[in-house]
T-cell receptor, first 115, second 111 residues
């Protein structure tokens, strides 16, 4: 069973640039969620994709956008980067939106630094 | 809105000591409650969960009981090991299939 993989693991951008982060979901999972974890904080929900459609969204501006592909992998795009976007971005996969079980399988994250 | 508050860390204990990490929540309805753990260099993983009041979740010697009357879900372990050193997150199930996390508590266990 292949777990959740994310790329890149680390990257550095400058303010105003755009970034794309990628996630491959665990085999058999059709739901991908993205979370932002600032230093010393808990993960904050950005959005969730289920069967290629956005299925829920947290309190993040529209410059955070995403995609889910037919193989259920996903991308997180952030435009017009700001210094406060520096964080660990976590991808989590599950089956059928977690189906109430709440068990999400997380990748190790992509650490973004915005200078 | 729904939220989770957990005790500030870091917590440092000696091996075989008793562990309690407090977690309280604010929520409408009766959401499922979870403890996730983040070991150094690894992704978050589910430690245990409880889906209704008075349920007790348990795994790897850790336990937590869903207390509706005190809106709490405290994590306990009777005898910690060095390998339990990690960051622990309390979380509740949100209305969008998401999880709402606390800020995390870093535990260090010394031999």
């Amino acid at each position: 069973e292949t777990g959740v993989t994310q790329s890149p693991t680390h990257l550095i951008k400058t303010r105003g640039q755009q970034v794309t982060l990628r996630c491959s979901s665990q085999s058999g999972h059709n739901t991908v969620s993205w979370y932002q974890q600032a230093l010393g904080q808990g993960p904050q929900f950005i959005f969730q994709y289920y069967r290629e459609e956005e299925n829920g969204r947290g309190n993040f501006p529209p410059r955070f956008s995403g995609l889910q592909f037919p193989n259920y992998s996903s991308e997180l795009n952030v435009n017009a980067l700001e210094l406060d976007d520096s964080a660990l971005y976590l991808c989590a996969s599950s089956f059928d939106r977690g189906a109430g079980t709440g068990e999400l399988f997380f990748g190790e994250g992509s650490r973004l630094t915005v200078l | 809105g729904n939220s989770v508050t957990q005790m500030e860390g870091p917590v440092t204990l000696s091996e075989e000591a008793f562990l309690t990490i407090n977690c309280t929540y604010t929520a409408t309805g009766y959401p499922s409650l979870f403890w996730y753990v983040q070991y150094p260099g690894e992704g978050l993983q589910l430690l245990l969960k409880a889906t209704k009041a008075d349920d007790k979740g348990s795994n790897k010697g850790f336990e937590a009981t869903y207390r509706k009357e005190t809106t709490s879900f405290h994590l306990e372990k009777g005898s910690v090991q060095v390998s339990d050193s990690a960051v622990y997150f309390c979380a509740l199930g949100g209305s969008q299939g998401n999880l709402i996390f606390g800020k995390g508590t870093k535990l260090s266990v010394k031999p």
